[in-house]
């Protein structure tokens, strides 16, 4: 059977516009045909619809870039494992993701494209189903962590530390889902804040959100001593090994966590790039963690701290909207590019950076969805 990348690509552009409805009858249709798989899934299935249509766009539009599918299929069936996925379940998946697809691309609907899509899924489903029998023998579904500490930095962030029972194996810039035993199934991204340390602690950033199950739990419920359970990290925002470059990194809010791993990746790998860190929030109190960021600057004077904030008109300090507030500068087009922060001011950011010349291939980018 061959893959054919554009059929894949034609029909899936038109159910793009109506995702909610088509991610909705796909649940349907896999509940119906698979009463018992409802169990695997939360309560509340919002999130979970709007990640099948993340996964499932990001899927259709690299159909045709094998390596960067090979790399985000893998590391999606090893997370998939936490869940309790098997082989099976790819079946019941493959069947009513084609029978969701039918549905909404009926007008353009032939035999040649039910024969692409039938391709592109038995290929990506192959792949997940052997990375996670591969991962099964050498790590853990999801890890134990304990909260070893807790510090509430404004009233709806926090920063938490926690040391895993086993070796967490993580690069700086990655993210890890983790669940809380107030709500089970329900599992939240964030991500982990420092480079890797001997004691085996990780950090994570997190702000609550109106209506965030899991994220109100983390900053008002949880205290020392607590477990959470934590997915297999997951992620391809990482430092080039071996670049040479200059590094521009713009953080809004809790977007920081990433981006400071990083930097401290850098500063512990003995490089010495200048580095630029644009650090945005909405107001100077929501800086949650500038004394840290002042301690690093001062030790390492290769990196510059620049703390921006948007919506206090008394602050003292650099005002502006980051994706303004790049462009105030020199010219970034032979930097390495890390973005990271909500869903519109990334896109902006890169927008501006690419109409200034940035090379995409330099903008490295990471996106904070919140929770419903």
């Known amino acids: 059977m061959t893959l054919n990348p554009r059929l894949v690509k034609e029909s899936f552009s038109i159910i793009e516009p109506v995702a909610d409805k088509a991610a909705a009858y796909f649940y349907g249709r896999l509940f119906a045909e698979n009463p018992h798989l409802r169990g695997m899934f939360p309560p509340a299935m919002d999130a979970q619809r709007d990640r099948l249509f993340s996964a499932l766009t990001r899927i259709a539009w690299s159909v045709d870039s094998p390596e960067s599918m090979r790399s985000f299929l893998s590391q999606l069936g090893r997370d998939h494992r936490k869940y309790g996925v098997v082989a099976e379940h790819y079946t019941a998946i493959g069947s009513a993701l084609l029978a969701t697809v039918r549905r909404f691309a009926a007008d353009i609907w032939n035999a040649e494209i039910e024969a692409a899509w039938v391709s592109a899924y038995t290929a990506a489903a192959n792949l997940m189903i052997e990375s996670a029998e591969a991962d099964a023998g050498v790590s853990p579904a999801w890890w134990l962590a304990e909260v070893t500490d807790h510090e509430r930095r404004h009233d709806d962030i926090a920063v938490l530390t926690l040391r895993p029972t086993q070796r967490l194996p993580y690069t700086p810039g990655q993210y890890v889902n983790v669940q809380t035993a107030r709500w089970p199934r329900v599992w939240r991204t964030y991500s982990i804040a420092n480079a890797p340390r001997p004691d085996n602690t990780i950090r994570l950033h997190v702000r609550s959100v109106p209506g965030g199950w899991v994220s109100t739990t983390l900053i008002r419920d949880t205290r020392i001593g607590d477990t959470l359970m934590l997915g297999p990290p997951m992620g391809t925002m990482a430092a ?133």
């Open 240 to 372: 080039p090994a071996r670049s040479v470059r200059d590094m521009l990194f713009v953080a809004g809010g809790t977007g920081l966590a990433p981006l400071k791993a990083i930097i401290e990746q850098v500063i512990d790998s003995g490089r010495r790039p200048t580095m630029h860190l644009l650090y945005g929030a909405r107001t100077s109190a929501e800086l949650y963690d500038l004394p840290d960021l002042i301690r690093m600057e001062s030790a390492f004077p290769w990196l510059r701290v620049l703390p921006v904030v948007s919506d206090e008109p008394g602050y003292e300090g650099m005002r502006g909207r980051l994706p303004d507030v790049t462009r105030r500068f020199h010219s970034w087009t032979e930097h390495e590019v890390y973005v990271c922060g909500p869903p519109s001011m990334v896109t902006e950011t890169v927008r501006n950076l690419q109409a200034d010349g940035v090379p995409p291939a330099r903008i490295h980018r990471d996106v904070l969805h919140g929770e419903p």
